[in-house]
């Protein structure tokens, strides 16, 4: 979901604050492949939250470059005492035990378990699930930890723990759509192919022995072809899935599936603002996610003079109906315990001047217990079918 659209200043928002991990080796190939990979603008290799308790500050957990995997990672825990104690600490780490020592098989286990109720099950401590977990979870799929799957968590976990440059994070250098999604367009041309755009599908029409026949377009043409890759959010193919394929059971289990609400928002000020960094950063807001100063950040969007914050607004279940000025108002009320010294929610202090929100009333599938077994293999038993998308 790399959609970005271009105002009438020029200047661009996105559907969501776009952060490619280390531990995503295909999507590094597929730069590599593009021969884009100057285009990813990586930062040290820090996690950084807010301190809700102390307006205006902010805690670090450093991965050292010198240690390989695990050891960076644990260290990096170790060295941070502003948001856990030692006994939290000790008491986490021996929890997580089971997931170092017995991996994937664990890990996939778990997936009955929010990462509330496997945290007290492990005798954890609450305050490790709300200093560090809360906003781990919504970075991750935009829900809390009562409500997202221990697995989740532990993929994540596991793939930080196992590679020293895995929870390294990178931004684009610009826009979506000329950046990333151009380069892909231009290599299936360059083979050969055709990009249709704005050519939505209307209907998948079959053969008679139930194998696919073409598909139909909205605007009326046809497309037929020797193999299909479905590739959209599973709640678009739910909707378009033929009766004839609905009660196979590949399909049937497809029914608990679906997207989460998310919201992002750009507020653009007149100032500089000082309390930023070069970095994604948590906000461990009750409202925000994950944040960045995009003029800091991102090559194409920087400005000497001037700060936007990209800002995810999550959980938005209860607030994506609400109007653009609800949102923004929330904001900037969550905005001004961020940044006291500069923003106030009257405006006193750094001017808004202007905002965009961007709603995806269903955005990745929401992750909670007991979905794993939903999940479809991407060659489907529909000879010729395959599907392509985060819920595969």
Known sequence: KVAAWKDDDGDWYE???????????????????????????WKEHSMIFAMPNKPGQ??????????????????????????????????FAIGLLPAMLDGQAYVEAQDGFTVKDWMRKQGIPDRVTNEVFI?????????????????????????????????????????????????????????????????RIQKIELNEDGTVKRFLLGNGNVIEGDAYVFATPVDVLKLLLPNNWREIPYFKKLEKLIGVPVINVHIWFDRKLKNAYDHLLFSRSSLLSVYADMSVTCKEYYNPNQSMLELVFAPAEEWISRSDSEIFDATMKELAKLFPDEISADQ????????????????????????????????????????AGDYT
């Open 348 to 387: 006193s202090k750094a001017k808004v001047l202007k905002y965009h929100i961007v709603k995806t009333p269903r955005s990745v599938y929401k992750t909670v217990p007991n979905c794993e077994p939903c999940r479809p293999l991407q060659k489907s038993p529909i000879e010729g079918f395959y599907l």
């Open 58 to 91: 902010f805690n670090r957990f450093d991965f050292p470059e010198v240690l390989p995997a695990p050891i960076n990672g644990i260290w990096a825990i170790l060295r941070n005492n502003e948001m856990l104690t030692w006994p939290e600490k000790v008491k």
């Open 15 to 41: 559907t969501g604050l776009h952060i490619f991990f280390g531990a995503y080796p295909n999507v590094q190939n597929l730069f590599g492949e593009l021969g884009i990979d100057d285009r990813l603008q």
């Open 135 to 199: 906003a781990m979870s919504k970075a991750l799929n935009f829900i809390n930890p009562d409500e997202l799957s221990m697995q989740c968590i532990l993929i994540a976990l596991n793939r930080f723990l196992q590679e020293k440059h895995g929870s390294k994070m990178a931004f684009l250098d610009g826009n979506p759509p000329e950046r990333l999604c151009m380069p892909i367009v231009e290599h299936i041309r360059s083979l050969g192919g055709e990009v249709r755009l704005n050519s």
